[in-house]
């Protein structure tokens, strides 16, 4: 993916992997040219027809989106049909709110929405909603920028990164127009939405923003019991982690986020090396087929599913696994990250590393995804403190209307407490965002409190955040 939070578990492991069903968390804190539409929805803007007059509140809503039905890869997958999902929106929100006029518009990144936006002058538009469908179309931002009262909302887990990249900035910015939500309620977002009267009433857009607001807090439901099953983590002392981190490397494939490198050694002590795709590529053509073919029966016969896969695939991601072990070995280094989208659709490598990822955190190694440093350095410094306890990147989806969040990607081990620990089920399926490869669901335990952290050296900054693990998603974005 584009930007990313990466955040490796401490504790026993509460987190889903598969980028189509992930595990929920109760939190601690739950905080193109324009793309035409339907001709029920786009005639009447399209033509540049006079609106009626009308005494109720015209609210445009915004498709952040690619477009109606996806065509590339991306959050939630290729060929997702947004159509029936934006027909829902627009059902609930005129039902539940019959005083406002809605007038539906797609917009897939900032010229198309001020294309709309510029129409919206002469619409008489009181404000905006913007739906972020896809993760990264910066629509919501042209909206804000309006002055006008702004309600941002998540279409979940398929704009959920977007969604919170782009609320934070709102609120380091302190803009006092925006009023945000991300909730699998819909009875919320009709809540939120008619905050929007305030406007009728002469109030202000801060005013608006701070309804909003309490409306996401009151509908936030009381955290449950948050009870955790037993679970004893032998950690060493900070000392003593900073000691075996010199002894660790990090092998960073096919590139790397700038800056990191270098405050990520001075920092922690540890040694990161750059790797060629073409390396990890000539390991992978060598792989022994009939130890990648073993490799391959091992996990055929421990996943509980296997869906969509072949077998030529799963034996293909064997050799990879196979391949990263051997580069690893070559560079005595004990964990790698891959950037892995950019090397499967730029053919510098020809199978998705996310198994070989799983097999080498399951054996006290790191694997990790995107070639994302500053998480694979938590990773090591984590799974170096804890004694072996494996993390994975996770993408969050923030669920206010559950008090939960849900921590999803495409890798985890399925041995949680580590190497010598239990295993738990999973489950081999493809990609999410391309329907391609290979890649893993894990049902990691429920009951134990989990750690998500990120080390951010280059900042001198941790994100921390503790939660019960209480259920396994089988959502499909």
């Known amino acids: 993916m584009n930007q990313r939070i990466g955040l490796p578990t401490v504790s026993a492991c509460g987190c889903c992997l598969s980028r189509r069903r992930f595990l929920e968390f109760s939190a601690g804190c739950a905080a193109c040219a324009a793309l035409g539409g339907n001709a029920r929805r786009a005639s009447a803007e399209a033509s540049g027809t006079a609106a009626a007059p009308s005494k109720k509140l015209r609210l445009r809503v915004l498709y952040s989106l690619h477009g109606p039905v996806q065509e590339g890869p991306d959050w939630p997958n290729k060929g997702f049909d947004f159509r029936p999902v934006m027909q829902k929106i627009e059902s609930v929100l005129r039902e539940g709110c019959p005083d406002f006029d809605f007038l539906p518009a797609m917009a897939n990144g900032p010229e198309a929405a001020a294309k709309i936006i510029e129409q919206d002058q002469a619409e008489g538009i009181d404000g905006y909603i913007v ?77 608006f923003a701070a309804a909003v607001a309490q409306v996401r807090r009151e509908r936030t439901p009381a955290p449950g019991d948050l009870t955790c099953l037993p679970d004893a983590v032998a950690l060493l002392s900070v000392e003593e982690t900073l000691r075996r981190l010199k002894e660790t490397k990090i092998l960073a494939v096919g590139g790397g986020w700038p800056g990191i490198i270098e405050p990520l050694q001075k920092e922690l002590g540890i040694p990161v090396e750059s790797v060629a795709f073409e390396e990890l590529n000539a390991a992978w053509e060598k792989a022994d087929k009939d130890e990648a073919a073993a490799v391959a029966d091992m996990w055929k016969k421990a996943a509980a599913v296997i869906e969509d896969v072949s077998p030529e695939t799963l034996q293909a991601s064997a050799a990879m696994y196979l391949a990263q072990k051997a580069v690893l070995q070559a560079h005595n280094a004990n964990a790698i990250t891959i950037n892995c989208l950019g090397g499967f659709y730029g053919g510098h490598i020809h199978a998705y590393p996310c198994l070989g990822f799983h097999q080498l955190n399951n054996e006290g190694l790191i694997g990790a995804c995107e070639c994302d440093l500053r998480s694979t350095a938590t990773m090591v410094l984590m799974t170096t403190m804890t004694q072996g306890r494996p993390g994975f990147i996770s993408d969050p989806v923030v669920d206010t209307a559950k008090r939960q969040i849900i921590y999803a990607h495409c890798v985890a081990a399925n041995k949680p407490f580590g190497p010598q620990g239990p295993a738990n089920p999973f489950q081999i399926l493809t990609h999410s965002e391309d329907r391609q490869g290979a890649s893993v669901r894990s049902l990691m335990p429920e009951g134990y409190m989990t750690t998500t952290l990120e080390i951010a050296p280059e900042r001198k900054t941790i994100l921390f955040h503790q939660a019960k693990s209480v259920g396994n998603s089988l959502e499909d974005r």
């Open 131 to 207: 739906y972020q469908m896809n993760c990264w179309n910066r629509v919501v931002q042209s909206a804000a920028a309006t002055g006008k009262p702004t309600l941002y909302l998540d279409f979940q887990f398929a704009g959920s990164g977007g969604f919170l990249v782009y609320t934070a900035g709102f609120l380091r910015q302190n803009v006092p127009n925006v009023g945000f939500l991300g909730s699998s309620n819909w009875d919320d977002h009709v809540a939120a939405v008619r905050c929007f009267r305030l406007v009728k009433e002469g109030k202000g857009v801060s005013d």
